[in-house]
């Protein structure tokens, strides 16, 4: 079977970012402090998640040294629902994949799996809290704020989603995703945080901005009456600066590697335009006719969520994946389809068969095809010839190199990508 011709091609995204970290952390929490009632020694637990936050280590630090300098007794618990297979020792292996120790930080880190309820919604909803935090004297909400890869509103994914189902450990996520089913997200969320809030004694929130180079472009501090109104003028931001294809129409994505550190979903569903669940229709744009992925991040340690995104999957996903993990994390997220196998393939060779036999009438050599590392890195991408044509008199695009053919190894294996080349890198 012939294959279409490849290009390396560059976007320009907006670059806004924070030059000094600590710094900026160090700003917002002098912002606040007139504001901020801690007594002495009193211990605050700070959140860290599962995502992959760029600079997570760095700023989760800043945030323990900022807590310190406030009289508290800083304290790191995983928030991250029943990600890290739903296990204490799961959760705080995360954190130390991006860095997040003891040693590091300069202060404890207390992971458990235990939650305890705080309170109820005014829907009747209960509400849990992580049994550290619940008996801590302060909590301090920290998460980047982007689009949530299943829930569309003035709020998705940030410090409201963190109180939820990060703060909520695997009872809260348990109880909140089948509510969201019917009472949608947008109210409930609001009405679940503002319990946290009150109960969790809420001292202040952190929210990160990320730019399309996974650059950190803003930390902005919010008292906690702030957080709501605050998380939509952040949520707007992170839209304007948020990665995406570089086409909205195409037959075919190869997408190297899919993870939890990459996305909750494995993959960004807001770039490849599958959400694929019950709550949320499916968006208008990208049109993406056949997905492919070819393999899991160590970081995601087996749970390969979002695999039944795709149309085709290399056997090497499958042999990592850890079923339990990903079912674990899927049905807590009432999202069953993304733990589906798609069709299995020996080879990368077999994958892009299947991919051009099923795409209709369009000759393989003529088939718009996109490559991209993840959906968290679409600064340089390999597209075929097809799209490339298309990239003429476009400002924020730039051919790097090509055509280039397809190429393919003895065992049928892709070749690095030709946008990542050491070469190409440097220019």
Request: glycine share 8%.
């Given at each position: 079977m012939p294959y279409p011709k490849m290009y390396a091609l560059r976007q320009t995204f907006a670059r806004e970012r924070e030059e000094d970290l600590r710094g900026a952390?160090?700003?917002e929490i002098e912002k606040l402090k007139p504001h901020l009632q801690v007594r002495p020694g009193a211990r605050v637990a700070i959140t860290v998640g599962s995502r992959g936050i760029r600079n997570i280590a760095a700023i989760a630090g800043a945030v323990v040294d900022g807590v310190k300098s406030l009289g508290g007794r800083p304290f790191i618990f995983p928030a991250m629902g029943s990600h890290g297979g739903a296990t204490a020792e799961g959760q705080a292996a995360v954190l130390r994949h991006y860095g997040v120790t003891e040693q590091a930080m300069g202060c404890p880190i207390q992971s458990s799996m235990a939650a305890v309820q705080i309170g109820q919604s005014r829907e009747g909803i209960p509400v849990f809290l992580d049994k550290y935090a619940s008996?801590?004297?302060h909590v301090v909400v920290m998460n980047r704020v982007k689009s949530h890869t299943e829930f569309k509103g003035e709020i998705e994914s940030g410090l409201m989603k963190m109180m939820l189902i990060g703060m909520g450990k695997y009872e809260g996520p348990k109880v909140y995703h089948k509510a969201f089913a019917d009472y949608g997200f947008d109210r409930l969320v609001?009405?679940?945080a503002s319990v946290v809030i009150e109960k969790a004694?809420?001292?202040?929130?952190?929210?990160?901005?990320?730019?399309?180079?996974?650059?950190t472009a803003l930390i902005r501090g919010v008292l906690p009456r702030e957080i709501v109104s605050s998380e939509r003028a952040f949520l707007r931001k992170a839209k304007e600066l948020a990665p995406k294809l570089p086409f909205d129409d195409a037959d075919i994505l190869v997408v190297d590697e899919i993870g939890k550190n990459i996305s909750g979903a494995g993959m960004d569903t807001n770039v490849i335009g599958r959400f694929y669940n019950i709550v949320a229709e499916e968006p208008e744009k990208p049109r993406i006719k056949r997905i492919y992925i070819r393999d899991l991040t160590p970081e995601s340690v087996g749970n390969a969520s979002g695999v039944g995104l795709a149309d085709f999957t290399h056997r090497r996903v499958v042999d990592k994946m850890d079923a339990r993990a990903t079912n674990t994390n899927c049905i807590t997220a009432v999202n069953p389809e993304k733990a589906r196998i798609p069709i299995i393939c020996e080879s990368d060779r077999e994958a892009l068969e299947y991919c051009l036999a099923t795409i209709g009438l369009t000759p393989p050599e003529d088939a718009r095809l996109i490559r991209i590392r993840n959906t968290l890195h679409l600064t340089d991408v390999d597209v075929s010839e097809a799209l490339a044509r298309q990239a003429a008199g476009r400002s924020d695009l730039e051919i790097l190199a090509g055509p280039v053919a397809l190429e393919l190894d003895a065992a049928g294996e892709l070749a690095p990508m030709l946008s990542l080349s050491p070469a190409l890198a440097a220019h």
């Amino acid at each position: 079977m012939p294959y279409p011709k490849m290009y390396a091609l560059r976007q320009t995204f907006a670059r806004e970012r924070e030059e000094d970290l600590r710094g900026a952390v160090q700003r917002e929490i002098e912002k606040l402090k007139p504001h901020l009632q801690v007594r002495p020694g009193a211990r605050v637990a700070i959140t860290v998640g599962s995502r992959g936050i760029r600079n997570i280590a760095a700023i989760a630090g800043a945030v323990v040294d900022g807590v310190k300098s406030l009289g508290g007794r800083p304290f790191i618990f995983p928030a991250m629902g029943s990600h890290g297979g739903a296990t204490a020792e799961g959760q705080a292996a995360v954190l130390r994949h991006y860095g997040v120790t003891e040693q590091a930080m300069g202060c404890p880190i207390q992971s458990s799996m235990a939650a305890v309820q705080i309170g109820q919604s005014r829907e009747g909803i209960p509400v849990f809290l992580d049994k550290y935090a619940s008996e801590a004297d302060h909590v301090v909400v920290m998460n980047r704020v982007k689009s949530h890869t299943e829930f569309k509103g003035e709020i998705e994914s940030g410090l409201m989603k963190m109180m939820l189902i990060g703060m909520g450990k695997y009872e809260g996520p348990k109880v909140y995703h089948k509510a969201f089913a019917d009472y949608g997200f947008d109210r409930l969320v609001e009405s679940l945080a503002s319990v946290v809030i009150e109960k969790a004694k809420v001292l202040f929130g952190l929210a990160i901005v990320e730019n399309g180079y996974e650059e950190t472009a803003l930390i902005r501090g919010v008292l906690p009456r702030e957080i709501v109104s605050s998380e939509r003028a952040f949520l707007r931001k992170a839209k304007e600066l948020a990665p995406k294809l570089p086409f909205d129409d195409a037959d075919i994505l190869v997408v190297d590697e899919i993870g939890k550190n990459i996305s909750g979903a494995g993959m960004d569903t807001n770039v490849i335009g599958r959400f694929y669940n019950i709550v949320a229709e499916e968006p208008e744009k990208p049109r993406i006719k056949r997905i492919y992925i070819r393999d899991l991040t160590p970081e995601s340690v087996g749970n390969a969520s979002g695999v039944g995104l795709a149309d085709f999957t290399h056997r090497r996903v499958v042999d990592k994946m850890d079923a339990r993990a990903t079912n674990t994390n899927c049905i807590t997220a009432v999202n069953p389809e993304k733990a589906r196998i798609p069709i299995i393939c020996e080879s990368d060779r077999e994958a892009l068969e299947y991919c051009l036999a099923t795409i209709g009438l369009t000759p393989p050599e003529d088939a718009r095809l996109i490559r991209i590392r993840n959906t968290l890195h679409l600064t340089d991408v390999d597209v075929s010839e097809a799209l490339a044509r298309q990239a003429a008199g476009r400002s924020d695009l730039e051919i790097l190199a090509g055509p280039v053919a397809l190429e393919l190894d003895a065992a049928g294996e892709l070749a690095p990508m030709l946008s990542l080349s050491p070469a190409l890198a440097a220019h």
